[in-house]
């Protein structure tokens, strides 16, 4: 492991085009198997449309928010506790071994508002995720409260906020955001794809 670790420290150009690389092949695989399904779900709205002669009944905007906005709080939840109880047990603001301080109370409200209105961003942006760029996009959009709340909490951001702290905080928006919409987009899709499949054959 040390000598792979040297090997990566001396030959870090190789490492970062590798990564840039496998990085690049795997976009264009979630891309196109975004696609694939984009193409299968609309021919099975088609069909299921023609047969029963009329429109697809479509969750409500309400209702694709209620549902992913519970879903998402449930992705904090164990977090939540872990630092409500560093909190109570350590103090508001605690320093790591490489001197990192975090803000814990600023931490314990971004959890659970962030992936809350995470939640809510994405349930009212489903309608508009029908490609890679739509899909990134709105996962930018939810992902962003989250990201600012953990940058706030992280060395007095919340009172020194700096141009480090805001290249950092969109960097992993930006990251993220991709990964989040991207991803939700796939499992929705494969979802209402295995939902009509049933419903076509009944």
Not at 5 to 27: D, N, R
Not at 86 to 113: H, K
Not at 122 to 131: C, D, I
Request: with cysteine; charged share 10%.
């Amino acid at each position: 492991m040390n000598a792979f670790s040297a090997w990566a420290q001396s030959h870090s150009a190789i490492v970062i085009a590798a990564s840039i690389v496998a990085l690049g092949f795997h976009a264009y695989r979630l891309v196109r198997k975004q696609r694939a399904f984009s193409r299968r779900v609309t021919a099975l709205e088609s069909q299921l449309t023609q047969r029963r002669g009329g429109t697809l009944a479509t969750p409500s905007a309400w209702q694709r928010v209620r549902n992913t906005a519970l879903l998402c709080l449930v992705f904090p939840g164990v977090f939540s506790v872990l630092i409500w109880a560093a909190y109570l047990l350590g103090g508001r603001i605690q320093r790591d071994n490489s001197g990192v301080t975090t803000d814990l109370l600023v931490l314990s409200i971004a959890y659970p508002v962030g992936s809350l209105l995470m939640g809510t961003v994405l349930g009212l942006g489903v309608p508009l995720m029908r490609n890679f760029a739509s899909s990134s996009i709105v996962g930018i959009l939810a992902i962003a409260p989250l990201m600012v709340g953990i940058g706030l909490s992280i060395d007095n951001a919340l009172t020194q906020w700096t141009l480090s702290d805001t290249v950092l905080t969109a960097s992993l928006t930006i990251v993220f955001g991709i990964a989040l919409g991207c991803g939700a987009t796939i499992v929705t899709r494969r979802r209402a794809a295995a939902g009509m499949l049933r419903s076509t054959k009944r």
